[in-house]
């Protein structure tokens, strides 16, 4: 099972941007369909964004769609997602997931331990 670690999480105004990252260990990364996840207080944990193993299919929820760009470098074992335009709405816990239906979000087989992403107004 493939171990992952998030970074990049942090406070930051409306409208700027942040770069998640997700390392993952063993051998196997490329082999895995990878996304990203949110979960907001008192909400559910929604599918963010997705990426296929090669990379060049990727995946977006309708509200971060022309903001958010997921993307990974198989080389380095690693999963980013680049946020832009940022929104108050974008506060949460975003977690790196690994082995999952790239363009749904259903079927994780891994989880992060999840970074905190707090957007002010």
């Known amino acids: 099972q493939v171990q992952l670690v998030e970074s990049g999480g942090g406070l930051v105004q409306a409208g700027g941007s942040l770069r998640l990252s997700c390392a993952a260990s063993?051998?196997?990364?490329?082999?895995?369909?990878m996304g990203w996840f949110r979960q907001a207080p008192g909400k559910e944990r929604e599918f963010v964004a997705g990426?296929?193993?090669?990379?060049?299919?990727?995946y977006y929820a309708d509200s971060v769609k022309g903001r958010f760009t997921i993307s990974r470098d198989n080389a380095k074992n690693a999963m980013y997602l680049q946020m832009n335009s940022l929104e108050p709405e974008d506060t949460a816990v975003y977690y790196c997931?690994?082995?999952?239906?790239?363009?749904?979000?259903?079927?994780?087989?891994?989880w992060g331990q999840g970074t905190q992403v707090t957007v002010s107004s």
């Open positions: 990426i296929g193993m090669s990379g060049y299919n990727t």
């Open positions: 997931a690994a082995n999952l239906n790239p363009e749904t979000g259903a079927r994780v087989a891994s």
């Open positions: 063993g051998r196997t990364f490329r082999l895995y369909n």
